[in-house]
Every structure is written in C-alpha cells, then in structure tokens.
C-alpha cells in the first residue's frame, strides 16, 4: 500500500489468485517526498517512514532517530549488527557460509561505531524546502480546502499540486 513511486520495483502482483494488491501512491504518481510535503499540509509532517527495526537500507538520519529516541531500540538494533557478522547460525550449519561479514549500517563497520551523524548530501537535500512551499507548509493553505471536497466558493473543482482535487 505504502509503495511509492521511488521504490515502484518493489511493487509486485500477488502471488495468489484470489489477491489483487494495490499501489494508490504508485497509481498517483507520488514520490517519498509528495508524500511528505502532502502529509505537511494536513499538520502531519512527523510521519515516520515505515521500515524494519534492523533494516540494511536505513540511511544515517533513521538510524540517529532510533539511537536518540529509543535506547532500548538502539541497544536491541546494536546486539542484532553484531549477532549477523559471520552470517546466519543454520546456513552455516548447513554448509552455506557467508563470505566475508555482514554489517547493518554501510560504511561495513559495526553499527556501534557506524559514523551516522555523518548528515549526507542526499539527506540535506530532502531538508531543503522552497521558499514559496514553506508558507503553505507550515500554516496550511489559505483557504481551508479539504483535497477530496471543496469547502470554498469555487464553482469548478480543479486539481492541486498532488492531483487531488481542491
């Protein structure tokens, strides 16, 4: 459901006949950053994105937010980078060895010691907000509109910056 268009890889058909699964941010054409700056008109902008605690995608940012506001997360996360260095207890068992080590965070260095207050490129980027954006993003729009019902006088609907209708 969460898929957007970023990541629209991972946006499969079900395995099983009688599912359909649906992609409405794919079928919108909406990136992690429409969805943001959507989520910001509605006063919603602390929206976290969903992922797995000990998911190997997460960049710096999510891991600083883990280490800063759960401790108990932090640790748990921390125990986990360690418990994978030489791979997985069955594979191994079974002959099926990893080659090398595995680490969580991608600079390959245990997570305890991962330089993750490191603020990237990419992650200013997605920081940076235009000015003429900021206003509306912060107090809402003007005019109070809902995206799915007109509430002013305008006699026509017309579409918004998200293809919603305003």
Known sequence: MGIST???H????????YMR??????DLGWSRTDCIRYLASLGLADTPKSSCLGCPFHGNAQWRHIRDTSPSEWADVVDFDAAI???????????????????????????SEAPIDHVTAAERAALQ????????????AVDGRSPWACRGDADAPTQDDFGLAT
């Not at 991972?10 to 006949?17: F, G, L, N, S, T």
């Not at 699964?21 to 794919?26: G, T």
């Not at 000015?131 to 107090?139: I, R």
């Open 21 to 26: 699964n649906r992609h409405p941010l794919v």
């Open 6 to 8: 970023d990541e629209f």
């Open 129 to 140: 907000i235009a000015a003429d954006d900021a206003d509306e993003l912060e107090n809402g």
């Open 10 to 17: 991972r946006a499969k058909d079900a395995d099983v006949r």
């Open 85 to 111: 260095r030489q791979g997985n207890a069955c594979a191994n068992a079974s002959g099926n060895r990893l080659l090398g080590e595995a680490f969580l965070h991608r600079s390959r260095v245990p997570l």
